[in-house]
């Protein structure tokens, strides 16, 4: 079975950097594109990063660039998002989540068929 | 987010509810995939509809899913107590800088 574990959250004073981790098993890892999805304390889901599968190709939304950086090591199978110049707003539980990929109309589509179980992520002073 | 949900749908058991994402010309709209995903309160997200209307092994043929021009639904027939949580819809939008975007969700109440 599929599994993914997320660490590296706490307590960070606005301005601090934290690095979260998330831990891979049960799949070819260096075969899939991997994503970081936030959710903010009774917020909805927010979409944060994804790195493809060698590390060639990132993105990232508008409200982290310059500030977050998404990377990966294939040879632990895992996943990392460095996270620099905290600010209130990106507290938040922290999930990593596999881009699964299916084929339809002549297009490779993606959605995230594997979660792990989050990380927290205070930004508090 | 640029995919719109209603907040909350509610029903009794044995009902259906039908649950919308209304998106645009740059997501939904240009003819890009909707997944729906259920989040049970205090658990992880997981996947329940992917490629508009395919479930994945496991999820019962209640759920199903529709798309049409820029918008999409999630329906659920035979409403149980235990599909009372979160939904969200999730596309891509071309006019971002990242490619995923997720719906704002909605709390489904069964009754």
């Known amino acids: 079975e599929v599994h993914l574990v997320e660490s590296g959250g706490g307590l960070v004073q606005p301005g601090g950097s934290l690095r979260l981790s998330c831990a891979a098993s049960?799949?070819?890892?260096?075969?899939?594109?991997m994503t970081w999805v936030r959710q903010a304390p009774g917020k909805g889901l927010e979409w944060v990063a994804n790195?493809?599968?060698?590390?060639?190709?990132?993105y990232y939304v508008d409200s982290v660039k310059g500030r977050f950086t998404i990377s990966r090591d294939n040879a632990k199978n895992s996943l990392y998002v460095q996270m620099n110049s905290l600010r209130a707003e990106d507290t938040a539980v922290y999930y990593c989540?596999?881009?699964?990929?299916?084929?339809?109309?002549?297009?490779?589509?993606?959605?995230?068929?594997?979660w792990g179980q989050g990380t927290l992520v205070t930004v508090s002073s | 987010s640029v995919l719109t949900q209603p907040p909350s749908v509610s029903g009794a058991p044995g009902q259906t509810v039908t649950i919308s994402c209304t998106g645009n010309?740059?997501?939904?709209?240009?003819?890009?995939?909707v997944h729906w995903y259920r989040q049970l309160p205090g658990a992880a997200p997981k996947l329940l509809i992917y490629?508009?209307?395919n479930r994945p092994s496991g999820v019962p043929d209640r759920f199903s899913g529709s798309k049409s021009d820029t918008s999409a639904s999630l329906a659920i027939t035979g409403l149980q107590a235990e599909d009372e949580a979160d939904y969200y819809c999730q596309s891509y939008d071309i006019s971002l800088s990242g490619p995923h975007i997720f719906g704002t969700g909605t709390k489904v109440t069964v009754l």
């Open positions: 010309s740059a997501n939904i709209g240009a003819g890009y995939d």
């Open positions: 989540a596999r881009e699964g990929r299916y084929h339809g109309s002549g297009t490779t589509w993606y959605h995230f068929d594997y």
């Open positions: 049960a799949f070819t890892f260096n075969t899939y594109w």
């Open positions: 490629g508009n209307n």
């Open positions: 790195i493809n599968h060698d590390g060639s190709e990132k």
